[in-house]
């Protein structure tokens, strides 16, 4: 019966979670998600959203008949889930299924930032290996740095797992110490940063996060810093880290996300100490099916059994309306 309930997918969405819905469903599509391109009978029928666009306070209001809404990524920061929390609507994302793959991204860039691994390929494309000799000696190393997670939840855990089998100590800061790890706690992500000399933002988006990694906590890493972001880019201030960058006050970063995606600053894209990666943590083929399948498998979920696979905090007490 789930064939007469309507999703909406307003944008892009992957086409295996398209499928999906549309053998499923019935699947509305509108270009945005923009009020202004739902119809009566749109605002009348859709239950469910299945997106990985911003969806915001407005358009959760315009739609009186929405349950849920699925998110296709772990991070969630662009669904206002609060608001979607008191108007009694579900949020789902798609936790663990990348945890893996985007912690492996995250060791990429860190090893890439250090040891300047596309820059030397760079050189030996260009014939410079022949012309010139050897790629210089790389000013970075992994060995003897001590590395700080900023974020210690899925994602931080499987990247303190990789850091700890590459030798590498590593402490952390989170909103509160978590039970289940070993790992040095810092109550501020200031008391982390002078601790360390690597630093890796796994931190989720949104205002409590917002250019957290700021001009003094990157002054704290210090000129043999690096820093690595494969959370959201909002969480830290791109002049200052641009700064930093050019006048020696880190050594090196390795981002993956930025704050207005896909614009990446010109003064970044200025440091060649910058390993710059276009927001390609979870985007292998097999990752991005197994984040499609757990949108739909959420929205089945929710309709037949009245209770999604992955809510997330703000909505876990919302209830199914049957
Ligand atoms: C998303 C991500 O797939 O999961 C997240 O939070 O950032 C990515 O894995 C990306 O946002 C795709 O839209």
């Known amino acids: 019966q789930t064939q007469d309930v309507a999703i909406l997918v307003p944008g892009k969405l992957h086409?295996?979670?398209?499928?999906?819905?549309?053998?499923?469903?019935?699947?509305?599509?509108?270009?945005?998600?923009?009020?202004?391109?739902?119809?009566?009978?749109m605002k009348a029928k859709v239950r469910g959203i299945a997106s990985s666009t911003v969806i915001d306070a407005g358009f959760i209001d315009a739609l009186p008949k929405l349950?849920?809404?699925?998110?296709?990524?772990?991070?969630?920061?662009?669904?206002?889930?609060?608001?979607?929390?008191?108007?009694?609507?579900?949020?789902?994302?798609?936790?663990?299924?990348?945890?893996?793959?985007?912690?492996?991204?995250?060791?990429?860039?860190?090893?890439?930032?250090?040891?300047?691994?596309?820059?030397?390929?760079?050189?030996?494309?260009?014939?410079?290996?022949?012309?010139?000799?050897?790629?210089?000696?790389?000013?970075?190393?992994?060995?003897?740095?001590?590395?700080?997670?900023?974020?210690?939840g899925r994602i931080g855990r499987a990247i303190a797992r990789r850091?700890?089998?590459?030798?590498?100590?590593?402490?952390?800061?989170?909103?509160?110490?978590?039970?289940?790890?070993?790992?040095?706690?810092?109550?501020?992500?200031?008391?982390?940063?002078?601790?360390?000399?690597?630093?890796?933002?796994?931190?989720?988006?949104?205002?409590?996060?917002?250019?957290?990694?700021?001009?003094?906590v990157l002054k704290a890493l210090g000129p043999n810093g690096v820093f690595v972001n494969i959370g959201r880019g909002s969480t830290v201030d791109e002049d200052a880290l641009a700064e930093a960058l050019a006048n020696g006050g880190i050594l090196a970063a390795g981002l993956d996300v930025f704050a207005d995606e896909p614009n990446v600053p010109q003064a970044l894209l200025d440091c060649e100490n910058a390993t710059l990666l276009p927001h390609v943590g979870s985007a292998s083929v097999v990752t991005r099916q197994a984040m499609a399948d757990l949108v739909v498998d959420n929205l089945i979920a929710w309709f037949e059994e009245g209770k999604p696979v992955t809510p997330v905090r703000e909505t876990e007490h919302v209830q199914a309306r049957r």
Not at 24 to 35: G, T, W
Not at 112 to 123: Q, S
Not at 165 to 190: M, Q
């Open 67 to 152: 349950e849920i809404i699925a998110n296709f990524g772990v991070g969630y920061d662009a669904v206002d889930a609060a608001h979607a929390g008191k108007k009694d609507v579900m949020v789902t994302n798609t936790p663990d299924v990348l945890t893996e793959e985007v912690a492996d991204t995250a060791l990429g860039l860190l090893l890439n930032a250090v040891r300047e691994l596309a820059r030397a390929e760079n050189y030996l494309r260009a014939g410079k290996w022949r012309s010139e000799g050897p790629y210089p000696l790389t000013k970075g190393s992994l060995r003897g740095r001590s590395v700080g997670i900023f974020g210690m």
């Open 15 to 41: 086409p295996h979670a398209v499928e999906r819905i549309e053998s499923r469903f019935r699947l509305v599509r509108i270009e945005r998600a923009d009020p202004a391109l739902l119809t009566d009978a």
């Open 163 to 216: 850091i700890e089998a590459f030798g590498l100590p590593v402490s952390y800061h989170n909103r509160r110490p978590v039970d289940d790890v070993n790992y040095a706690y810092y109550p501020t992500l200031i008391s982390l940063a002078e601790a360390v000399d690597t630093l890796i933002s796994v931190a989720p988006g949104g205002g409590a996060t917002e250019k957290a990694v700021n001009a003094q």
